[in-house]
C-alpha cells in the first residue's frame, strides 16, 4: 500500500448518499456517533468534532475532525440524502472503510462516490511521460487529464466503487 502514495498526500472521498430513512438522517448523537466510529474505521485519528441539528424535521450537519483531515456529513431528510466528505492523508489510513462504515449503518439505497487524489506530487506531463502514455516533449492538457479524480455510481444496498 505504501507505494500507492509514492505520488499523492491524500485520499478524498466525495459521497452522495441517497434513499436514507428520515428519522436517521436527524437523530444528531446518532450520526455523530456514527462519524465517530466510522473515523476510527479508516485508521485516522480523532481530534475533535462538531455537530449541530436545524430546527423542527431538518436536518444535521457535523464535522470530525481527524490528525490527517475530516469527515463531513450534511443531511436533508426530506429528501433521504447525505452528502459527505471523507478526507484522509498519509499511508495508515483509508477512507474506503470508512465508507464501508457509514453504509452499513445508514443504509442508502444508491451510494455515489468521487474520488480524488490530493497532492498530488506529479503534474499530468510528468505523470504522462513516466507511464508511457506521452512522448518526451509532448503535452498534456492539465484541465483533461487530471491523475487524481475517479467517479463512480453503483445502485442497490448502498455499493460503492472502490478501485483495488
Known amino acids: 500500500m505504501g507505494g ?8 478524498h472521498l466525495v459521497c452522495e448518499l441517497h434513499g436514507i430513512s428520515p ?9 455523530r456517533n456514527i462519524l465517530l466510529r466510522a473515523a476510527e474505521a479508516s485508521g485516522s485519528t480523532v481530534v475533535g468534532d462538531y455537530f ?14 481527524v490528525a490527517e483531515s475530516h469527515l463531513s456529513i450534511h443531511t436533508w431528510p426530506e429528501y433521504g440524502y447525505a452528502a459527505v466528505d471523507v478526507f484522509t492523508c ?10 464501508e462504515l457509514l453504509r452499513d449503518e445508514l443504509k442508502p439505497e444508491r451510494v455515489e462516490v468521487t474520488e480524488m487524489t490530493r497532492g498530488v506530487l506529479e503534474q499530468p506531463q510528468q505523470l504522462a511521460e513516466r507511464i ?6 509532448s503535452q498534456v492538457d492539465s484541465r483533461v487529464a487530471h491523475p487524481g479524480v475517479r467517479h463512480g455510481l453503483r445502485g442497490g444496498a448502498g455499493a460503492v466503487l472502490r478501485e483495488d
Open 4 to 11: 500507492h502514495f509514492s505520488r499523492f498526500l491524500g485520499r
Open 23 to 31: 428519522g436517521l438522517l436527524r437523530d444528531k448523537e446518532l450520526l
Open 52 to 65: 449541530y441539528k436545524f430546527e423542527g424535521d431538518m436536518g444535521v450537519t457535523g464535522v470530525v475532525v
Open 90 to 99: 498519509g499511508t495508515h489510513t483509508d477512507p474506503w472503510r470508512a465508507l
Open 132 to 137: 508511457g502514455l506521452l512522448a518526451l516533449g
